[in-house]
T-cell receptor
Framework: EPEVTQTPSHQVTQMGQEVILRCVPI?????FYWYRQILGQKVEFLVS????????KSEIFDDQFSVERPDGSNFTLKIRSTKLEDSAMYFC????????????FGSGTRLTVV | GNSVTQMEGPVTLSEEAFLTINCTYT??????LFWYVQYPGEGLQLLLK?????DKGSNKGFEATYRKETTSFHLEKGSVQVSDSAVYFC????????FGAGTTVTVRA
């Protein structure tokens, strides 16, 4: 079964450093998403991406965050200057439309900011 | 935008007990509805979905029926196992998934 692949599985970074979280979407999916889950809390929407541009973003997704699809396959989330409160699990998801409509999530990247 | 409210946990059950987790949604239209499950230390796995009113989603013994009249999508399982211990999330689709707060279920042998 096709998978959404996320790397790394765990990243530890110092406060103020930049991090890039990577996702390889399912190849024929066109809609991409990033979510985060602070430990023990709900899953929160960050941003959606379609046709090489952001289609929607949440209040969480401020100027410190950016997304891009640098090479037509990877889909990345960059946090420019990490804060302690950015520590969370970050999930990439893709959506398939049509008869197999649904969202598929990656296994996540656990980001720890120290 | 859409929002989802689900039953607060944690829920602790004995094996073979009946499980129900309530979920209600608010939306301007009729969004597709989902249940996702998160096992300890893992990501989000689709459990079941329903795309229109009166649809019943089912998987692994779990069921949920899309009730337009009550704007609900309650999750049920008739006989739980220890392996069903997990966090369950209800979600609605409004061009993105909006999740409920999650319900932690613990099944004891």
């Amino acid at each position: 079964e096709p998978e959404v692949t996320q790397t790394p599985s765990h990243q530890v970074t110092q406060m103020g450093q930049e991090v890039i979280l990577r996702c390889v979407p399912i190849s024929n999916h066109l809609y991409f998403y990033w979510y985060r889950q602070i430990l023990g809390q709900k899953v929160e929407f960050l941003v959606s991406f379609y046709n090489n541009e952001i289609s929607e973003k949440s209040e969480i997704f401020d100027d410190q965050f950016s997304v891009e699809r640098p090479d037509g396959s990877n889909f990345t989330l960059k946090i420019r200057s990490t804060k302690l409160e950015d520590s969370a699990m970050y999930f990439c998801a893709t959506k398939e439309t049509g008869i197999n409509y649904g969202y598929t999530f990656g296994s996540g990247t656990r980001l720890t900011v120290v | 935008g859409n929002s989802v409210t689900q039953m607060e946990g944690p829920v602790t059950l004995s094996e073979e007990a009946f499980l129900t987790i309530n979920c209600t949604y608010t939306a301007t239209g009729y969004p597709s509805l989902f249940w996702y499950v998160q096992y300890p230390g893992e990501g989000l796995q689709l459990l079941l979905k329903a795309t229109k009113a009166d649809d019943k989603g089912s998987n692994k013994g779990f069921e949920a029926t899309y009730r337009k009249e009550t704007t609900s999508f309650h999750l049920e399982k008739g006989s739980v196992q220890v392996s069903d211990s997990a966090v369950y999330f209800c979600a609605s689709d409004d061009y993105k998934l909006s999740f409920g707060a999650g319900t932690t279920v613990t099944v004891r042998a």
